[in-house]
């Protein structure tokens, strides 16, 4: 493992597998409260506050971070604005995030060579800050998913049912909006902004495919994207490819082979099970044996 002998090596690793680890369990909740793009635009939100710390000379890095529980705490109220169309919001969001990064990154023409590592990920672009960052972040995110686990739970199913229950339902999706752009804005330097949800998304629909329950669920999105960044980052490195782009297709070769699999083994079983009907179930008689 001659590539854990380099510091940034070493950190990636570190801070790919606590952004893996949160970002699946995160994205499990999200497919079941079918919220699957507001990673995708808390991102591009998170780029606009990259772009706004870049332009500003301030730290883009805290710029991202805040920008995008900004931005969360805004969809949230959003949608329940527009509770009828409540993918509206996402779109709101993400058109407003994107044409201000645009816009930033037009007023200053240097900030186009560095964006890069950004947008697609660099395993270079972890520092001690943006790894500190990740790790409060996975400590928020862990005792918010772990204290609320049974309100989620309802919420992420029915929401009215989980009101009449008397939850603060309200309350509860706006610290789950907060806690996702946290998570969001954390996993920009190793998967990019245009591939952070691929982190989000893509463990947890091959879990839910193939996890007997929820709970289930979350622990195996959480194994698969472990899983996925090591062996991409690994790939990445051997390789010389960016390492968002890497981890994104490894995770989607996961996805296809698992649901692949789970297909053809359910039909191997159910043929199994019709040979053994067939074996089991006595011959009948035919109409000349009856008529002897």
Known sequence: MEM??????????????????LASALGVYLLLRR?????????????AGVAGGAYFHVNPTVTGFLVAIVGAITVEYLRRAYRTYSEVSVAIIMVG?????????????????????YLFGSVVAVNRTELLFMLATAIVGALF???????LYLISFDEETARTNGLPVSWISLGFSVVTGMIVAAAMPIVGVLLVSSLIVLPASLAIRISPSFAAAVFVSMGIGLVGVFAGLSASYELSTPPGGTIAFVLLVFLVVGVTLKKALKKLGVRARIQTVQEETPATPSRVTRAE
Not at 4 to 11: E, G, S, T
Request: with cysteine; glycine share 6%.
């Open 4 to 21: 854990l002998h380099y510091d940034f090596m070493q950190r990636a690793f570190c801070a790919g597998g606590i952004i893996a680890l």
């Open 35 to 47: 919220q699957a793009l507001m990673a995708d635009m808390l991102s591009h939100v998170s780029l």
């Open 97 to 117: 995030g994107l044409s201000l990064s645009v816009i930033l990154m037009g007023l200053n023409k240097t900030l186009n060579v560095s964006f890069s590592s």
């Open 145 to 151: 998913f772990y204290l609320l686990r049974r309100p």
